[in-house]
C-alpha cells in the first residue's frame, strides 16, 4: 500500500476534477430533464432505483432508504410524496415491509428520461474513462514504485 502521506500528483488532481465536473453535469443534466417532467431530482432517482435495483419494479422502504443513502423517515416522506403524485402505489399485504410499486405513470416518465439519460452517459462515457484511467495508471505506477 501506497504511504498516506504520499503527496498528490497534478494528473491526480487534474483526473479527479475532471471525473467530479463530468459527473456534476450529468447530475445538473439529469435534475433539468427530471424537473421538465415534474419531478425533483430525488424522486426520479427514487423511481429509477425502485425500476432498476428492485426486483419487478418494487422495493421495500428499508431498501429505497438504503440504495437512496436516506434515514427511514426519509425515505417515507419520500415515498408518500411520490404516492401522492400517482408514481407508486404501497402493497400493504407485507405488513413488516410493505414494497412500493411503480405504477404506469411513473414508467412513462421513466421511459421518457431514461433515453435521454442513456445518450448523455454515451457522450460523456470517452471523458469520464479517461479520467478513470489516469486515476488508476498512476495508481499502478505508485504501487510498483512502492513495491521495488
Known amino acids: 500500500m501506497p504511504n498516506k502521506d504520499h503527496a498528490l500528483s497534478e494528473i491526480e488532481y487534474e483526473a ?7 459527473i456534476r453535469k450529468f447530475r445538473q443534466f439529469s435534475g433539468k430533464a ?11 432517482q427514487a423511481l429509477l432505483a425502485i425500476k432498476g435495483l428492485g426486483v419487478g419494479g ?7 432508504a438504503d440504495k437512496l443513502f436516506l434515514t427511514p423517515a426519509e425515505a417515507a416522506a ?7 403524485a400517482g408514481h407508486v402505489t404501497i402493497d400493504a399485504r407485507q405488513k413488516r415491509r410493505p414494497a412500493v410499486l ?21 457522450e460523456m462515457a470517452p471523458e469520464l474513462m479517461q479520467a ?3 486515476l488508476q495508471d498512476h495508481r499502478q505506477m ?3 514504485a512502492w513495491m521495488q
Open 16 to 22: 479527479l476534477a475532471n471525473l467530479r465536473y463530468r
Open 102 to 122: 411503480l405504477t404506469a405513470k411513473a414508467e412513462e416518465l421513466l421511459r421518457r428520461l431514461t433515453p435521454a439519460h442513456l445518450y448523455e452517459i454515451r
Open 58 to 64: 418494487r422495493m421495500n422502504l428499508p431498501e429505497l
Open 34 to 44: 427530471a424537473e421538465k417532467l415534474g419531478l425533483t431530482r430525488q424522486q426520479h
Open 142 to 144: 505508485e504501487v510498483a
Open 78 to 84: 419520500l415515498v408518500a410524496l411520490l404516492q401522492e
Open 132 to 134: 478513470l484511467r489516469m
